[in-house]
C-alpha cells in the first residue's frame, strides 16, 4: 500500500517537501494520546529476544534512525512511535545555519538510493538543548546527539565549535556522535585525519564531562566509508587509546563509479552525499574492518545500505551492536521497522545464538581464525 502512495504521491513531489509532509504527519500523530498509542501497537510490538544492551541502556531492539531525518530533535516520540528502537537526533552545529540552497535533496529511485547536500541545516545546539530540555519523553526511547562543525567557523577554530554543542548538549544525550564525515561541509572530512581528529575528540569529551559531572555520557566518531583501509584502522586505534566508547560506520559516500547506479544520470551527476542501497557493500567492508581491529572494546553502529532485515542481521553478524537506517524508511514506509524487527528475531531464532549479543561479530570471528 505504502508503496504505491509512494508513487502516486511522494514520487511526484520534490523530496524535501515530501520529506517535510511525512515529517508532520508523524508529528501530528504522535501528539494524540488515543492515536500515537494506537499505532505504536501496530508498528512497534515488543520482542523479548530481541533487547540490547549498549552504552549502558537496555533497548527493546537494535534498530535506530540514524541522524540526518530529525535534525531538531521536534520528532523523537513520533519515531519511537513508528518503532525505532533509539533515535539519533542531529546533526546538530554550535550555531543556527540554513543550509545549502535547495534543491538539495534527490531521490535515486531505481537504485532505493537518495543524494543530500543539506549542509547541516538546523536551528543550532542552544535551541535543541533547550527543546530536549523541555522534552517530556511519551516513549521511554534512548537518545543519540549528533554534532558538527558549522559551516562559517575555519577548519583551525572547529574544536571550540564542537565544544561549545557538546557543552550544550551533553547533558540531554544518551549517547553523543562527533560527525567529522559528512561531505557537505567543505573542510569537514579532513578533520578525520587522526592529527586532527585527536584534539578534536579530547575536546568534547572534556567538555561532555564538564557539562555533565555526575554522568559519562558515551562518545562515538561517525566515519566515511571513502576512508582508505589504513586510515579506518587508524582512526579504530585512535578511538581505543582515547577510550571512546564506539564508532558509527559509515556516513553517505561522494563515490558514484562502480556502485552501479542505474538512476537518471542527471541525479546521478548531483553534487552530496550518496545514501541507500548501493553504499551497503563498502559500508559492510568498513565495519568488517572496523570489528576486527576492536573486537568488543568499543560498541560499533552499523549504517549505510541497510534495507530489510537480512541487512540488519549482517550488519550484527559483522559486528554491530546497533543498526540504524535512514534511506530505505522513504522508499519502504512507515511498516518498514516492524518489518525489520520481525525479520530479525526470524533470523535469530533459526541461528546458533541463544541472543544477539552473541550473534555480534560472529562471522568476522570465523573469518579472521579461519
Given at each position: 500500500?505504502?508503496?504505491?502512495?509512494?508513487?502516486?504521491?511522494?514520487?511526484?513531489?520534490d523530496?524535501?517537501?515530501?520529506?517535510?509532509?511525512?515529517?508532520?504527519?508523524?508529528?501530528?500523530?504522535?501528539?494524540?494520546?488515543?492515536?500515537?498509542?494506537?499505532?505504536?501497537?501496530?508498528l512497534?510490538?515488543?520482542?523479548?529476544?530481541?533487547?540490547?544492551?549498549?552504552?549502558?541502556?537496555?533497548?527493546?531492539?537494535?534498530f535506530?534512525?540514524?541522524?540526518?531525518?530529525?535534525?531538531?530533535?521536534?520528532?523523537?516520540d513520533?519515531m519511537?512511535?513508528?518503532?525505532?528502537?533509539?533515535?539519533?537526533?542531529?546533526?546538530?552545529?554550535?550555531?543556527?545555519?540554513p543550509?545549502?540552497?535547495?534543491?538539495?535533496?534527490?531521490?535515486?529511485?531505481?537504485?532505493r538510493?537518495?543524494?543530500?547536500?543539506?549542509?547541516?541545516?538546523?536551528?543550532?545546539?542552544?535551541?535543541?538543548?533547550?527543546?530536549?530540555?523541555?522534552?517530556?519523553?511519551?516513549?521511554?526511547?534512548t537518545?543519540?546527539?549528533?554534532?558538527?562543525?558549522?559551516?562559517?567557523?575555519p577548519e583551525?577554530?572547529?574544536?571550540r565549535?564542537?565544544?561549545?554543542?557538546?557543552?550544550r548538549?551533553?547533558?540531554?544525550?544518551?549517547?553523543?556522535?562527533?560527525?567529522?564525515?559528512?561531505?557537505?561541509?567543505?573542510?569537514?572530512?579532513?578533520?578525520?585525519?587522526t592529527?586532527?581528529l585527536?584534539?578534536?575528540?579530547?575536546?568534547?569529551?572534556?567538555?561532555a564531562?564538564?557539562?555533565?559531572?555526575?554522568?559519562?555520557?558515551?562518545?562515538?566518531?561517525?566515519?566515511?566509508?571513502?576512508?582508505?583501509?589504513e586510515?579506518?584502522?587508524?582512526?579504530?586505534?585512535?578511538?581505543?587509546?582515547?577510550?571512546?566508547?564506539?564508532?558509527?560506520?559509515?556516513?553517505?559516500?561522494?563515490?558514484?563509479e562502480?556502485?552501479?547506479?542505474?538512476?537518471?544520470?542527471?541525479?546521478?551527476?548531483?553534487?552530496g552525499?550518496?545514501?541507500g542501497?548501493?553504499?551497503?557493500?563498502?559500508?559492510?567492508?568498513?565495519?568488517?574492518?572496523?570489528?576486527?581491529?576492536?573486537?568488543?572494546?568499543?560498541?560499533?553502529?552499523?549504517v549505510?545500505?541497510v534495507?530489510?532485515?537480512?541487512?540488519?542481521?549482517?550488519?550484527?553478524?559483522a559486528?554491530?551492536?546497533?543498526?540504524?537506517?535512514?534511506?530505505a524508511?522513504?522508499?519502504?514506509?512507515?511498516?518498514?521497522?516492524?518489518?525489520?524487527?520481525?525479520?530479525?528475531?526470524?533470523?535469530?531464532?533459526?541461528?546458533?545464538?541463544?541472543?544477539?549479543?552473541?550473534?555480534v561479530g560472529?562471522?568476522?570471528?570465523?573469518?579472521?581464525?579461519?
Amino acid at each position: 500500500m505504502y508503496e504505491l502512495f509512494f508513487r502516486v504521491v511522494f514520487r511526484r513531489m520534490d523530496a524535501e517537501q515530501a520529506h517535510h509532509l511525512a515529517f508532520r504527519w508523524i508529528r501530528a500523530a504522535a501528539r494524540i494520546p488515543g492515536v500515537r498509542g494506537a499505532v505504536a501497537r501496530v508498528l512497534a510490538p515488543r520482542r523479548a529476544g530481541l533487547a540490547t544492551t549498549a552504552f549502558g541502556r537496555t533497548m527493546p531492539g537494535p534498530f535506530g534512525l540514524a541522524a540526518g531525518f530529525d535534525k531538531n530533535a521536534v520528532a523523537i516520540d513520533g519515531m519511537a512511535m513508528l518503532g525505532f528502537d533509539h533515535v539519533e537526533i542531529g546533526t546538530v552545529t554550535a550555531q543556527p545555519q540554513p543550509g545549502n540552497p535547495a534543491p538539495r535533496l534527490f531521490r535515486l529511485v531505481p537504485d532505493r538510493a537518495l543524494i543530500n547536500r543539506m549542509g547541516f541545516n538546523n536551528d543550532g545546539s542552544a535551541a535543541v538543548a533547550a527543546r530536549l530540555a523541555a522534552r517530556r519523553a511519551v516513549f521511554p526511547v534512548t537518545v543519540g546527539v549528533n554534532i558538527g562543525k558549522t559551516k562559517v567557523v575555519p577548519e583551525g577554530e572547529a574544536v571550540r565549535d564542537y565544544v561549545t554543542s557538546a557543552e550544550r548538549l551533553a547533558a540531554h544525550a544518551d549517547y553523543l556522535v562527533v560527525n567529522v564525515s559528512s561531505p557537505n561541509t567543505p573542510g569537514l572530512r579532513s578533520l578525520q585525519a587522526t592529527a586532527a581528529l585527536r584534539p578534536l575528540l579530547e575536546g568534547v569529551r572534556a567538555a561532555a564531562d564538564r557539562a555533565v559531572p555526575g554522568r559519562r555520557v558515551p562518545l562515538l566518531v561517525k566515519i566515511a566509508p571513502d576512508l582508505a583501509d589504513e586510515d579506518v584502522d587508524a582512526v579504530a586505534d585512535l578511538a581505543l587509546d582515547l577510550g571512546l566508547d564506539g564508532i558509527i560506520a559509515t556516513n553517505t559516500t561522494v563515490a558514484r563509479e562502480g556502485l552501479g547506479l542505474t538512476g537518471d544520470p542527471r541525479t546521478v551527476a548531483q553534487t552530496g552525499g550518496l545514501s541507500g542501497a548501493p553504499l551497503a557493500d563498502r559500508s559492510l567492508e568498513v565495519l568488517r574492518r572496523l570489528y576486527a581491529r576492536v573486537g568488543d572494546r568499543l560498541t560499533l553502529v552499523g549504517v549505510g545500505g541497510v534495507q530489510d532485515a537480512e541487512d540488519a542481521w549482517r550488519r550484527i553478524l559483522a559486528g554491530a551492536t546497533l543498526v540504524q537506517g535512514y534511506s530505505a524508511f522513504v522508499y519502504r514506509g512507515p511498516f518498514w521497522m516492524r518489518a525489520v524487527h520481525q525479520g530479525l528475531a526470524a533470523r535469530l531464532a533459526a541461528s546458533p545464538y541463544a541472543t544477539l549479543a552473541d550473534a555480534v561479530g560472529a562471522d568476522t570471528r570465523k573469518a579472521t581464525t579461519a
